[in-house]
């Protein structure tokens, strides 16, 4: 079957063939980039805004699949883009940049001059260069905004919207459009997603056998590094692997720490691989040989049945807050220390929406899912001082009756202990 007559399940349950021959079908990666381009396009006239300028490295690759400095982009803007919601998208960089530029058939025209925007660049002509640069937006708004008056930026430099309100411009926050954009998946996007996965887990797999008593944590977590650079990803975006007593509380990021025999290992990978995708799925492993003890085996059958309780709630027009009531209950003792979201849409990186917890009701928005959403389902358990914690995370995709699972990585049967 060829990927374009894939149905969303299908997707699901492929990992595609890349980088071979021409004889094998390739993930058509100029349909994958319109389709993006055109979600972006038909949000911004939906929410009524002529058009938007873009300065995240994931906004920027979402709309053109442009790669470029990716790090460097997520904290100095070197590079912007401008997209009406109708005609041509302009993209500014320096001349290596729009070098790379030229090939991606997303981007229609190149701006003469990309005005810098940061301090480390601008140093104390900031001012003056945000000013310039405002200007030039502001052009492009009158020559294909479309008559709008709505201006969608992503800039978080102050003075901004006041600097476009005297250009007669609203400004409003791009991810208003960007997020929802990005949440309803191309049967492409799912198969380069699949993909960055079957990165990840190979990278997961080296953990698995390289973790024995005596490595650290630091060193257990460059294993998927090394897997995601050698396969061409990007980067990860935390590093989440602790042992022992720092798998509680959760969040602590790798240290040099010696992992020690009988100890738990908790990781999440939150690599964004190749093709600019995300792989987004935790596991705890046992460190050595024997047998687990009784509170580990506890906290990890706690962390195993909340996340398939609620991988059943992940359905199509379930809503938000629906998941959210009907969500597995924890005992009160492991409430205190749940993980911070319930579920959480997945894309090129952590993305809309965020499922809460009722503990979090207060923080809590409503929605509803929808095939082709991709969604994380979380948990983390562990009482507030436990000896350890456990974190487990599935990567699922939306489909017209339910859901599939994306991640295949097995569960820890000593762990378990019973027969999954």
Not at 110 to 122: K, P, R
Not at 162 to 176: C, E, I, N, R
């Amino acid at each position: 079957m060829r990927y374009a007559d894939m149905t969303l399940a299908q997707a699901a349950r492929v990992t595609p063939v890349v980088g071979m021959t021409d004889t094998l079908e390739m993930i058509d990666l100029p349909k994958m980039r319109a389709y993006r381009l055109q979600r972006l396009r038909d949000e911004m006239k939906r929410q009524d805004m002529g058009g938007c300028v873009l300065t995240s490295v994931y906004s920027i690759r979402y709309a053109t699949g442009m790669r470029d400095a990716g790090i460097m982009q997520s904290h100095i803007p070197l590079s912007y883009l401008f997209v009406p919601a109708e005609g041509p998208t302009v993209y500014f960089d320096g001349e290596t940049g729009k070098k790379i530029a030229q090939g991606l058939e997303t981007i229609d025209e190149l701006g003469d001059e990309a005005i810098q925007i940061s301090y480390m660049f601008a140093g104390t002509r900031m001012d003056e260069m945000i000013e310039r640069w405002v200007n030039q937006i502001a052009a492009l708004m009158q020559r294909h905004g479309g008559g709008s008056k709505r201006l969608g930026v992503e800039s978080p430099v102050p003075q901004v919207a006041a600097l476009f309100a005297d250009k007669g411009l609203d400004v409003v926050h791009a991810h208003k459009v960007v997020e929802p954009a990005r949440a309803i998946k191309s049967i492409e996007e799912i198969l380069c997603m699949n993909y960055a996965i079957a990165v990840a887990e190979d990278g997961m797999w080296r953990m698995r056998e390289a973790l024995r008593p005596g490595i650290t944590e630091i060193e257990l977590w460059s294993y998927l590094w090394k897997a995601n650079v050698e396969a061409g990803g990007d980067w990860i975006e935390g590093r989440l692997l602790a042992a022992g007593d720092r798998t509680n509380p959760w969040l602590q990021e790798a240290s040099a720490r010696i992992i020690r025999p009988g100890e738990l290992v908790a990781f999440d990978t939150d690599m964004v691989g190749p093709f600019g995708y995300s792989a987004d799925v935790s596991r705890t492993l046992f460190c050595g040989s024997g047998r687990p003890s009784d509170y580990q085996r506890e906290l990890y059958n706690r962390a195993y049945d909340e996340i398939q309780h609620n991988l059943e709630l992940m359905k199509p027009g379930m809503s938000f807050r629906d998941v959210m009531e009907k969500g597995f209950k924890q005992p009160e003792q492991f409430q205190d220390q749940h993980y911070a979201v319930l579920a959480h849409g997945i894309g090129m990186s952590d993305e809309w929406p965020c499922i809460y917890y009722p503990q979090d009701e207060a923080l809590a928005y409503d929605g509803v899912l929808e095939p082709g959403m991709a969604m994380c389902v979380e948990s983390y358990v562990g009482e507030i001082g436990g000896a350890e914690g456990v974190k487990l995370e599935e990567q699922v995709l939306i489909t017209e009756d339910g859901y599939e699972l994306l991640s295949k990585f097995p569960f820890e049967s000593n762990l378990l202990g019973r027969e999954i």
